[in-house]
Nanobody, 121 residues
Framework: QVQLVESGGGAVQAGGSLRLSCVGSGRTFSGYVMAWFRQAPGKEREFVAS???????RYGDSVKGRFSISRDNAKNTVYLQMNTLEPEDTAVYHC???????????????WGQGTQVTVSS
């Protein structure tokens, strides 16, 4: 069974930092684009960041300069370092895997269940 499992979410004050992790199992994800998306209550799922198999990164406009994505293929793990968090970053954060370099949610093959991030002002 292929799974992506996120961890590292929590509650933090504005200006703080969190590091999310996503561990894959059931297959090797080294050849996949790994990404983070987030979904706040009442809103559509939003692209946050992605990293291709070759290491190319892409970020959503709202997180550029504050968030950083990385991956450790030996551990089948992708990370999201989130700095200078704002209340608007409050959401459930999901990791996902795709064979394509894309920000379109429907083109991602595998999804994790998500981890909650809550930022208070």
């Amino acid at each position: 069974q292929v799974q992506l499992v996120e961890s590292g979410g929590g509650a933090v004050q504005a200006g703080g930092s969190l590091r999310l992790s996503c561990v894959g199992s059931g297959r090797t994800f080294s050849g996949y684009v790994m990404a983070w998306f987030r979904q706040a209550p009442g809103k559509e799922r939003e692209f946050v960041a992605s990293m291709s198999a070759g290491g190319r990164t892409r970020y959503g406009d709202s997180v550029k300069g504050r968030f950083s994505i990385s991956r450790d293929n030996a551990k089948n793990t992708v990370y999201l370092q989130m700095n200078t968090l704002e209340p608007e970053d409050t959401a459930v954060y999901h990791c996902a895997a795709s064979r394509l370099i894309t920000t379109t949610t429907t083109l991602y093959d595998y999804w994790g269940q998500g981890t909650q991030v809550t930022v208070s002002s």
